[in-house]
């Protein structure tokens, strides 16, 4: 045995000897620290303000001390990462420049930045908080996240930006007053796990990323709280979007991917579905929207069931040419479902269509709404049911539930994007 110990022993003891720690005190240079440093060492940080642009090109660790902060002076990367296996720890990283065509970042991670790790810091007034490019494995985790809020949306970076990256964790964060809080590009098998995103544009921006997993994050106070697009085989699942001006959750082009147990309240639209085929909405909890689904331009062979439809202005907003079946196999619960359950077995023996005639007329007459309760409404859509030839093509439900399947929805109620007095 002490053969093969000896070995490790001795690969431990020149690890030790080789990796150092410094320190940096008020008035001193992280840069010159870094600079002295060698690899895989660690330079900590004493609390102060220190005014300095860092490059970062071996493999180190930052560690704060009592939050140092970190001031890039409103020009560049406040830290620019050159090198694969770096963590920095416990900083106030602030005052990047706002140049967008050069990305000015609070810490940007330059190609081949794999393994980095940010943890627990507070990127403040940066243009992007972090700009990651061609990496992988990286880990962003528990930090605070807030922009240039005195700049105009358009003029704002993201809060994290992903470009070209493969296994990325995206966890923890708080993310607030930039353009988009997460934007995904062409980046992919990662991990978006329990960041709370607010007031701005859209909450996660994904532009033909594939196979990545949203999961337990709350995405409220934005225009759009997820919005998908040109990806598959996504999950997406335990999020909570509400209160956002536009839609909870978009899905555009989208194929292959689920759907499932998230709360979407308190939007324009909950659900907006474009041009999206092969997915699985299961079991989501769509309450107190305007529109609880905006459904068009193609997007058929969609699987819907166990989710709840709940006090949503318009239940479904469907523009297509032929009836779209949800709830096949198990169905779901309408709020505004009239119809009866003879045998108890908790589905209503007469199936759901979400849109009649009268409400294709209003959504391309506006003025119509005016006239809904008028006697000759009602007559219309009593002439529309028993007369197929007038029908309106619908979302149609052969097995709506009696009862939610979610007992807690009405704490969801009334959670509204905020309008100013």
């Not at 660790?61 to 902060?69: E, Q, S, V, W």
């Not at 416990?90 to 790790?117: H, M």
């Amino acid at each position: 045995m002490l053969r093969f110990a000896l070995p490790v022993l001795l690969l431990w003891l020149c690890t030790s000897v080789h990796a150092a720690m410094w320190t940096v005190r008020p008035g001193e240079s992280i840069q010159a620290a870094i600079d002295a440093a060698a690899a895989n060492d660690t330079v900590s940080i004493e609390r102060a303000h220190y005014r300095e642009n860092l490059v970062l090109d071996k493999p180190l660790t930052l560690k704060g001390i009592d939050r140092p902060t970190l001031d890039g002076g409103h020009r560049g990367d406040t830290i620019r990462i050159r090198s694969a296996q770096v963590t920095i720890d416990g900083l106030i990283v602030i005052n990047s420049g706002a140049d967008l065509e050069k990305q000015n970042a609070g810490i940007y991670l330059q190609p081949g930045s794999d393994s980095t790790r940010v943890l627990n810091c507070d990127l403040v007034y940066n243009l992007f908080g972090l700009w990651i490019e061609t990496s992988k494995n990286v880990e962003i985790r528990d930090n605070l996240i807030a922009g240039k809020r005195d700049l105009m949306s358009q003029h704002r970076g993201n809060g994290i930006q992903l470009y070209n990256t493969e296994g990325a964790q995206i966890i923890g964060n708080n993310i607030s007053f930039v353009r988009d809080g997460i934007y995904v590009d062409v980046s992919h098998h990662a991990v978006f796990a329990r960041n709370r995103i607010h007031h701005v544009r859209y909450g996660t921006h994904y532009m033909n990323s594939h196979n990545n997993v949203w999961e337990d994050n709350d995405s409220y106070y934005n225009r759009g709280g997820l919005a998908l697009m040109m990806t598959r085989n996504q999950v997406i699942r335990n999020n909570r979007a509400w209160g956002n001006s536009d839609h909870g959750i978009m899905l555009r082009t989208i194929q292959d991917s689920v759907i499932e147990n998230n709360v979407v309240a308190g939007n324009a639209r909950g659900f907006f579905i474009y041009d999206a085929e092969f997915n699985t909405l299961r079991n989501n909890l769509v309450v107190d929207n305007d529109v609880g689904v905006h459904l068009w331009a193609g997007s058929y062979r969609n699987q819907a069931e166990g989710n709840d439809f709940i006090s949503n202005r318009t239940q479904i907003k469907y523009v297509a040419a032929r009836d779209e079946i949800w709830g096949k196999e198990g169905g779901n619960y309408w709020s505004n479902y009239v119809g009866w359950d003879r045998n108890g077995d908790g589905i209503g023996d007469v199936q759901y269509e979400a849109n009649d005639m009268v409400d294709r007329l209003s959504w391309r007459h506006p003025m119509m709404k005016l006239l809904l309760a008028s006697p000759a409404v009602q007559t219309l859509r009593l002439v529309a049911q028993q007369f197929p030839l007038l029908r309106a093509p619908s979302i149609v439900d052969p097995k709506p539930h009696m009862q939610p399947t979610h007992p807690d929805w009405s704490q969801w109620r009334g959670r509204h994007f905020p309008h100013p007095d």
